[in-house]
């Protein structure tokens, strides 16, 4: 029983033993009749009560340009497309202690130096895109793991954060901040960086089209520690439901 439940309970029993204790016979024989109003109230307010819960039910996400076709599902509406475009998808959590969490769908990322400025020497295969990153005294990485997503789709994944040391590459940033990722296509030119104190965990999987081979990169996001605790265990489920486009194979 919910509080309000509880209340309304509270208030017609009380009014009700009072009248029955200085009323007359008539008045104490509307209890029983008062009780049992009571009891089919409260079961319907627990009933809407669980329906409204119930109404807060889980949404689908579509690409409609970046990997056309691909969906998941979101725990509620407060998960939203940020942005759909030729080099990126993009979801934005608007509520509760992961609020503005962005969740970054890639292909082919290069890596980068501060500025952005493409490496080309590191490839963009999973394994050296992870190595890069291990390596690169900018950023604190944990070991890599294994975990699936897209319902099965086995992924490298690393947990980073820019380190304290790490130059300022933005003036206004509070503290160390750089970029150290760009996508860039026919149709699009990017670059992504984050800064001290805001945890990303990436995720490196190979995907295949017809012949190309592509590396998809999802990176999650936050604003700080609270931020990437509360927003993981969501997160998780958002990538397990991921259904890629027929065109797409994976491995």
């Keep these: 029983m919910n509080r309000t439940a509880r209340t309304i309970l509270a208030l017609l029993l009380g009014g009700a033993l009072t009248t029955a204790f200085l009323g007359t016979r008539r008045e104490r024989a509307r209890l029983g009749a008062v009780v049992a109003l009571v009891v089919v109230l409260t079961a319907a307010w627990s009933e809407t009560a669980t329906a409204t819960r119930s109404t807060r039910v ?20 407060s998960w939203q497309v940020h942005e759909d475009h030729y080099g990126e998808f993009n979801l934005q959590e608007h509520t509760g202690p992961a609020k503005d969490t962005h969740l970054h769908f890639w292909l082919d990322p290069y890596a980068a130096a501060t500025h952005g400025v493409i490496l080309p020497n590191v490839k963009r ?6 190595a890069w990153l291990r390596h690169d005294p900018r950023f604190v ?12 789709l086995v992924a490298l994944s ?4 820019v380190a304290k040391t790490a130059p300022k590459e933005d003036p206004s940033c509070p503290a160390a901040c750089v970029t150290y990722l760009v996508g860039k296509g026919a149709r699009y030119h990017f670059e992504y960086g984050t800064g001290f ?11 295949h089209s017809g012949d190309a081979r592509h590396t998809l990169v999802v990176a999650v996001d936050t604003l700080s520690p609270a931020a990437f605790a509360a927003a993981i265990p969501a997160v998780e489920r958002i990538l397990a439901s991921v259904r890629l486009p027929a065109t797409i194979t994976t491995g």
Excluded at 58 to 77: I, K, L, N, Q, W
Excluded at 158 to 161: G, H, K, S
């Design 58 to 77: 889980s949404v689908e996400r579509t690409a409609h340009v970046f990997m056309r076709g691909m969906t998941m599902t979101v725990p509620d509406d």
């Design 125 to 130: 295969t999973p394994a050296a895109l992870v």
């Design 141 to 152: 990485v944990t070991p890599p793991v294994r975990r699936r997503i897209a319902g099965g």
């Design 158 to 161: 690393v947990d980073l954060d």
């Design 197 to 207: 104190d805001n945890p990303n965990r990436f995720y490196f999987a190979n995907l």
